[in-house]
């Protein structure tokens, strides 16, 4: 079964320092990867995908993440943490069940804090 | 990207009433889905809202207990029938757009969610 796991429930890094929020996936097949960022008291914003190709996938606000096949991660980063990045963030995977029923497998979410 | 308005942006509701949720989209979009978020947690999917059919529920989610509409493919609506607290949460609309192969990669996007307190 598809399944997401953000192992850690908060980080902290000092602005200006780069960030990493972790993600590892479970999949069969091919895997469709997404981050989301969820800002206090409001919805859910796409940040990148990964779908094929490059391993790095730029995204919007100046983040990227990685994929790692062979150690099935998808790990969101930045290379200088803003105050204002500060948010839940969100890694999902896109899953198929037998009745071809297609929808995304969230991950518990990571806040993020960034310190001035 | 769709622009999706949800309404309304939050409520408080008497326990044993039902409230019902709205999601219009600017745009015409394959899918339609509506979760449900414990403030500060993850989503959890409650179901697949089907053009013109039955929506599509998750395990633990009743047609009974949330009755799902889409006349159409810019308009939705979410029902939380007889509300005790424990319906007290962040419902928020969601919409994926695509056709064919495309929908696996097609991300998601989010309406601006509606905090219901039930009392």
């Known amino acids: 079964a598809q399944s997401v796991a953000q192992p850690e429930d908060q980080v902290n890094v000092a602005e200006g320092n780069p960030l990493t929020v972790k993600c590892t996936y479970s999949v069969s097949g091919n895997p469709y990867l997404f981050w989301y960022v969820q800002y206090p008291n409001r919805g859910l914003q796409f940040l990148l995908k990964?779908?094929?190709?490059d391993n790095l996938v730029k995204g919007s606000y100046g983040f990227e993440a990685e994929f790692n096949k062979s150690q099935t991660s998808f790990h969101l980063k930045k290379p200088s943490a803003l105050v204002s990045d500060s948010a839940l963030y969100f890694c999902a995977v896109r899953s198929v069940n037998a009745g071809n029923n297609r929808k995304l497998i969230w991950g518990l979410g990571t806040s993020l804090a960034v310190n001035p | 990207s769709a622009v999706i308005s949800q309404k309304p942006s939050r409520d408080i509701c008497q326990r044993g009433t039902s409230l019902t949720i709205q999601c219009q989209v600017d745009s015409q979009v394959t899918m339609m889905f509506w979760y449900r978020q414990q403030p500060g947690q993850s989503l959890t999917l409650i179901a697949t809202?089907?053009?013109?059919?039955?929506?599509?529920?998750e395990s633990g989610f009743v047609i009974d207990k949330f009755p799902i509409s889409r006349p159409n493919l810019t308009f939705s609506t979410l029902t939380v029938s007889n509300m005790s607290p424990e319906d007290s949460s962040i419902y928020l609309c969601?919409?994926?757009?695509?056709?064919?192969?495309?929908?696996?990669?097609?991300?998601?996007?989010f309406g601006q969610g509606t905090r219901l307190t039930v009392v």
């Open positions: 990964y779908i094929t190709g």
């Open positions: 809202a089907n053009q013109g059919s039955e929506a599509t529920y």
């Open positions: 969601s919409v994926e757009d695509g056709q064919g192969s495309f929908l696996m990669n097609t991300e998601a996007f």
